[in-house]
């Protein structure tokens, strides 16, 4: 967000999406899984970042 103020748009989505970072990927037994209406939202919560993010990356960088 330093470079491009833009992202800014994303601190909110990333700030719900966060805890599934970790607390999806480990042991815990006070995790609970969101229900299906949580789990597509944050499916659709995904998919914004993917597609913004993918808005931004210049056309001419090369695959690798």
Same mark, same amino acid.
Do not use: C, W
């Given at each position: 967000?330093? +470079?491009?103020? =833009?992202?800014? %748009? *994303?601190? $909110? %989505? @990333?700030?719900?999406l966060? $805890? /599934?970072? @970790? *607390?999806?990927? /480990? $042991? =815990?037994?006070?995790?609970? !899984?969101?229900?299906?209406?949580?789990?597509?939202? *944050? +499916?659709?919560?995904?998919?914004? +970042?993917?597609?913004?993010?993918?808005?931004?990356? $210049?056309?001419n960088? @090369?695959? !690798?």
């Open positions: 967000m330093e +470079i491009n103020k =833009d992202f800014e %748009v *994303l601190r $909110p %989505v @990333t700030a719900e966060n $805890p /599934y970072i @970790t *607390l999806g990927r /480990y $042991p =815990d037994p006070t995790f609970e !899984k969101p229900n299906q209406e949580a789990m597509q939202n *944050l +499916i659709n919560q995904s998919e914004f +970042i993917f597609k913004f993010v993918e808005k931004h990356i $210049p056309k960088v @090369t695959k !690798k």
